[in-house]
């Protein structure tokens, strides 16, 4: 392999990506070759996070770093930056022969045979060479070359003679992709792409990403892969805002009082004796009974607060938001208000306990490893599974790249009451055994995926969030592909909605966001009138997940409604239906807002 050195930093794609430059191809090199001035190196604090990556890495000491941040450096004299590695080694010569039967075919040549980029062809002549826009992939995230000689001869033996990729139709398709052997044995690229004829072969654990010969031991079936595809990179993230934890206080002051008070309270009539105890009675001054008891229990069975659900601890912060929570000071990573009923009581908020206003806030993006051909994210409480099969970013790194984003929004909480009796009634019931067969497909499809069915109160929340965004976004300034989400459907009783924008630096703060949410019933009902009709129904509405299409995980839901960016979404467009919120012309009675 050729070493490929980029002038500019790669912040969208990370270790193992396949990027596009205007003269080649490359793998973007693990973090052993990002390069970091020693004496200014760029961390991100976020404890929460950092314990949460090493729970799931299994190793302690990880910190986080943000890219390097090549244009300073330079500079500096310094010229650190990201490495790239040529990918893939097979390329395609631009020059076009046309057969006797009229197909037009080109050579498909090795790296070793070029001089320069360059291949010189039997006319003496030189030829700009592409790389191959086909490679070969397994579920693990290894990739490498084709072994082009034996998918065309099969178990017959190598071949040294030229090959070429020839064309038998204009479309492109796989079908009409040919690999022709001037021995004249030939193979169509469908063949590739179908998993049951393991065409490509096994895999041999191939790593290039991670520098030349990096192998391990595999054996998995390859698959096609088409390097510039959508799913040929998934990176897996994960993120927290750096809200307060408010139980955190509470159980430092309890620990405190630990061993020579607390350690037998059992009761609250116990604690209400040691109270009496000036001691006790200061430190736990502002702290009401309820409180002070469920630390003394979460301290007794051991909790231990960075263990704690990503989604816990933000929609505990949210929620008990009494007037102000946070700091209002420039820089500041967390400050947010409570919006008065007043400003937002209306009939069609009847559902809603509160709003606040976030004017600070800040997250902390994480990728901890990649994946491909499936997309393994977090799950509805924020949290990745230890049990997903990952590629790794390094040979052996005691740090993760992140970005630190700072930003504003509003955060919704719903009453536990109104979504409760929802969830009870026999039409909600019966749309969600539909979405949950949909699922259930879904789940044939994808074997080996640590995906659980969401829940109902997910697919509402998740679902009006989609709708809340689009109408925001018309308003507050920002683009739509710029807000993001946080869904909290946890534990039955607790559901919010927190829509959000953030960037690497202050445009993300400008306050347009907060200042379009202080008219948030009006945002709500534009979103609920929106949702009754979509420019695609009947079709829409009458959606039967996993019946109609290959969309097993949608209701009534489409481009024309409810689909938004992938950027702004936590599950990447599923789970989203919005019969759910509001009646369509299905009437499914199932609604939520069915009334308003």
């Known amino acids: 392999m050729n070493q490929i050195r980029s002038s500019q930093v790669i912040t969208t794609f990370g270790p193992g990506a396949m990027v596009d430059f205007p003269d080649a191809s490359v793998i973007v090199a693990g973090l052993d070759q990002w390069h970091y001035d020693p004496a200014n190196i760029p961390l991100i604090q976020e404890p929460r996070l950092v314990a949460k990556?090493?729970?799931?890495?299994?190793?302690?000491?990880?910190?986080?770093?943000?890219?390097?941040?090549?244009?300073?450096?330079?500079?500096?004299?310094?010229?650190?930056?990201?490495?790239?590695?040529?990918?893939?080694?097979?390329?395609?010569?631009?020059?076009?022969?046309?057969?006797?039967?009229?197909?037009?075919?080109?050579?498909?040549?090795?790296?070793?045979?070029?001089?320069?980029?360059?291949?010189?062809?039997?006319?003496?002549?030189?030829?700009?060479?592409?790389?191959?826009?086909?490679?070969?992939?397994?579920?693990?995230?290894?990739?490498?070359?084709?072994?082009?000689?034996?998918?065309?001869?099969?178990?017959?033996?190598?071949?040294?003679?030229?090959?070429?990729?020839?064309?038998?139709?204009?479309?492109?398709?796989l079908d009409e992709v040919w690999v022709v052997c001037e021995c004249e044995k030939e193979r169509v690229m469908s063949q590739a792409a179908r998993r049951e004829l393991r065409a490509l072969g096994l895999c041999n654990g191939s790593r290039p990403w991670l520098g030349p010969g990096s192998r391990e031991g595999c054996g998995a079936p390859n698959r096609l892969l088409i390097r510039s595809a959508s799913n040929a990179y998934f990176p897996q993230l994960m993120s927290v805002i750096s809200i307060p934890d408010t139980r955190t206080p509470v159980d430092d002051i309890v620990r405190v009082l630990w061993d020579d008070f607390l350690s037998d309270v059992a009761s609250n009539d116990d604690l209400v004796k040691v109270r009496r105890k000036p001691t006790v009675l200061a430190r736990l001054q502002g702290l009401d009974d309820?409180?002070?008891?469920?630390?003394?229990?979460?301290?007794?069975?051991?909790?231990?607060?960075?263990?704690?659900?990503?989604?816990?601890?933000?929609?505990?912060?949210?929620?008990?938001?009494?007037?102000?929570?946070?700091?209002d000071v420039p820089g500041g990573d967390f400050f947010a208000r409570s919006l008065p009923r007043s400003a937002w009581d209306a009939p069609w908020t009847q559902s809603v306990e509160r709003i606040v206003l976030v004017h600070r806030l800040r997250e902390v993006i994480a990728q901890l490893g990649f994946t491909r051909f499936e997309a393994a994210g977090p799950d509805i409480r924020g949290e990745l599974?230890?049990?997903?099969?990952?590629?790794?970013?390094?040979?052996?790194?005691?740090?993760?790249?992140?970005?630190?984003?700072?930003?504003?929004?509003?955060?919704?909480?719903?009453?536990?009451?109104?979504?409760?009796?929802?969830?009870?009634?026999?039409?909600?019931?019966?749309?969600?055994?539909?979405l949950l067969n949909g699922f259930e497909r879904w789940l044939k499809e994808h074997e080996g995926s640590s995906r659980q069915f969401p829940g109902l109160a997910y697919y509402l929340l998740h679902s009006l969030s989609h709708l809340l965004?689009?109408?925001?976004?018309?308003?507050?300034?920002?683009?739509?592909?710029?807000?993001?989400?946080?869904?909290?459907?946890?534990?039955?009783?607790?559901?919010?909605?927190?829509?959000?924008?953030?960037?690497?630096?202050?445009?993300?703060?400008?306050?347009?966001?907060?200042?379009?949410?202080?008219?948030?019933?009006?945002?709500?009902?534009?979103?609920?009138?929106?949702?009754?009709?979509?420019?695609?129904?009947?079709?829409?509405?009458?959606?039967?997940?996993?019946?109609?299409?290959?969309?097993?995980?949608?209701?009534?839901?489409?481009?024309?409604?409810?689909?938004?960016?992938?950027?702004s979404c936590e599950q990447h467009n599923d789970f989203l239906d919005r019969a759910l919120v509001v009646e369509t012309v299905e009437n499914a009675g199932a609604s939520l807002f069915g009334g308003m």
């Not at 301290?299 to 990503?310: A, D, L, T, W, Y």
């Open 53 to 173: 990556l090493e729970r799931l890495l299994t190793r302690t000491g990880l910190s986080l770093r943000s890219p390097p941040p090549a244009q300073e450096y330079q500079r500096l004299g310094v010229h650190p930056d990201i490495v790239g590695w040529r990918f893939p080694e097979w390329f395609i010569v631009q020059r076009t022969v046309v057969t006797g039967s009229g197909f037009r075919r080109r050579r498909l040549v090795h790296a070793n045979s070029l001089d320069r980029s360059r291949f010189t062809d039997a006319d003496g002549k030189k030829y700009q060479v592409v790389p191959v826009r086909f490679v070969r992939a397994c579920e693990r995230g290894h990739v490498g070359d084709i072994d082009w000689s034996a998918f065309v001869h099969g178990t017959g033996g190598a071949c040294p003679r030229d090959m070429w990729m020839e064309e038998r139709g204009t479309t492109g398709d």
């Open 290 to 327: 309820a409180q002070v008891m469920a630390s003394i229990k979460r301290i007794k069975s051991g909790q231990n607060p960075m263990e704690r659900p990503v989604k816990d601890v933000e929609f505990e912060a949210l929620a008990e938001v009494k007037d102000e929570l946070g700091s």
């Open 385 to 434: 599974s230890l049990d997903v099969v990952r590629a790794p970013l390094a040979l052996d790194s005691s740090w993760l790249p992140a970005v630190e984003n700072r930003g504003e929004g509003v955060f919704i909480q719903f009453r536990a009451q109104v979504i409760g009796e929802w969830l009870r009634r026999e039409a909600t019931q019966n749309r969600g055994r539909k």
């Open 469 to 567: 965004l689009t109408s925001i976004s018309l308003e507050c300034g920002y683009p739509a592909s710029s807000i993001r989400e946080r869904i909290y459907a946890l534990d039955g009783n607790r559901f919010g909605i927190l829509i959000y924008t953030g960037s690497s630096d202050a445009e993300g703060t400008l306050g347009g966001l907060v200042e379009a949410a202080r008219d948030i019933k009006k945002h709500i009902r534009r979103s609920l009138d929106y949702a009754m009709l979509c420019s695609n129904d009947p079709v829409c509405s009458y959606h039967q997940p996993g019946v109609h299409d290959h969309q097993p995980l949608h209701g009534s839901a489409c481009h024309g409604c409810l689909l938004t960016s992938e950027t």
